[in-house]
């Protein structure tokens, strides 16, 4: 009992923390996200049509607020699928 309670805060010792990811868009100084830019939208979508989440992605809060408006009038336009087949 002791010994598996001490293997388990030998993993958690041990546990990496991964990088840190840096917003792309406030890298590229980008003012607003273009809806019309479907190629760049595309990579912020799962293959099932999913918006990723900031975790995933690694944009910043506010970059994130605004690619969802963009991902979803692209969508509206019919530039990008609502889901896959």
């Known amino acids: 009992?002791?010994?598996r309670e001490r293997e388990k805060s030998d993993r958690k010792q041990?546990?990496?923390r991964p990088k840190r990811k840096v917003c792309t868009f406030c890298a590229e100084k980008a003012t607003f996200i273009d809806y019309k830019d479907a190629g760049k939208l595309r990579r912020y979508v799962t293959e099932?049509?999913?918006?990723?989440?900031?975790?995933i992605?690694?944009?910043c809060a506010?970059?994130?607020r605004?690619?969802?408006v963009a991902i979803k009038r692209a969508r509206e336009l019919a530039m990008l699928?609502?889901?896959s087949e």
């Open 14 to 16: 041990w546990r990496r």
């Open 48 to 55: 099932r049509g999913k918006i990723l989440p900031r975790r």
């Open 66 to 68: 605004s690619l969802a």
């Open 1 to 3: 009992m002791a010994e």
């Open 57 to 59: 992605s690694g944009t």
């Open 81 to 83: 699928p609502y889901t």
């Open 62 to 64: 506010r970059h994130q």
